[in-house]
Every structure is written in C-alpha cells, then in structure tokens.
C-alpha cells in the first residue's frame, strides 16, 4: 500500500520538501547554538565583540547589497533582451 501512495510524484515531493526544510531548520538552529556558546566563551572584552559584531554585521549588509544590486542587474538584461527577442519574432 505504501508504494501506491509514493507514486505519487506530489506526494514525494511534499514529503522531500519537508526532509529539506527540516535539515534547513536543524542547521538554523544549529548556528544559533553554535553562535550563542560562541558569545558565552569569547575571550574578548564586551565593547570589542560588540564592535567587532557590528563590523561584521555591516560588512555582511555591504556584501548582500552589492549582490542583490548585481543579480538585479542581471535579471534587468535578461529581461530586456526576451523583451526584444520577443518583438522581433512578433514582428517576423
């Protein structure tokens, strides 16, 4: 019975969607952890691994941004030239 049910291909990709979110969520989770016993064993003073956060926070925002500014640009010329392929061959 349980083969006839996985065949299917909705089923199977519901049920691989959530294993994928699952393990997403333990490696979230995970990080968090992992970042939390990091702040608890840090051998810095507060004020320098609050300063030192910052500048990672703020390089991480920098680099995001720069990326999101590239992918946008790039699906700007994507778009625009399906846009001109599109006329010509409605123009052919």
């Not at 019975?1 to 049920?15: E, G, I, S, T, Y």
């Not at 990080?31 to 051998?43: I, Y």
């Not at 946008?72 to 409605?90: A, C, I």
Request: net charge neutral; aromatic share 8%.
């Amino acid at each position: 019975m349980l083969k006839n049910v996985l065949n299917f291909k909705w089923l199977q990709v519901v049920f691989f969607a959530g294993c994928a979110t699952g393990a997403v969520a333990g490696a979230i989770a995970g990080m968090g952890m992992g970042f939390g016993a990091g702040l608890l064993l840090a051998q810095k003073p507060g004020k320098d691994l609050r300063d030192d956060l910052a500048d990672n926070a703020l390089d991480l925002y920098d680099g995001v941004k720069h990326k999101a500014g590239d992918l946008k640009e790039k699906v700007d010329t994507y778009v625009s030239s399906r846009r001109t392929q599109d006329q010509f061959e409605s123009n052919s």
